[in-house]
Nanobody, 117 residues
């Protein structure tokens, strides 16, 4: 089993910044990709950003230029630096990891980010 523990959510004013962290632990050989998804009330869970083991990244259009995903492979940890936050960024943010063997996906429990206007 693999556990993902997120931290760093909270309440911030519009224009502010937050940094999310997600640490993976448990039984796995390696991590292929780690990413962040978010789900606002009444909406589906959408990709925010993903980073693969080699360092390539992909972002949702809505966060490009404002959010930065990074990864510490030695610590099995992924970060999401969120700047210039907007009320529409309000959501529960979930960490996701795709791990070997068998390229299994795991999810964290989520951390709430609330951006006030």
């Amino acid at each position: 089993q693999v556990q993902l523990v997120e931290s760093g959510g909270g309440l911030v004013q519009e224009g502010g910044s937050l940094r999310l962290s997600c640490a993976a632990s448990g039984a796995f050989f390696s991590i292929n990709a780690m990413g962040w998804y978010r789900q606002a009330p009444g909406k589906q869970r959408d990709l925010v950003a993903v980073i693969i083991r080699g360092g390539s990244t992909n972002y949702a259009d809505s966060v490009k230029g404002r959010f930065t995903i990074s990864r510490d492979n030695a610590k099995n940890t992924v970060y999401l630096q969120m700047n210039s936050l907007k009320p529409e960024d309000t959501a529960v943010y979930y960490c996701n990891a795709n791990v070997e063997p068998r390229a299994v996906n795991y999810w964290g429990k989520g951390t709430l980010v609330t951006v006030s206007s």
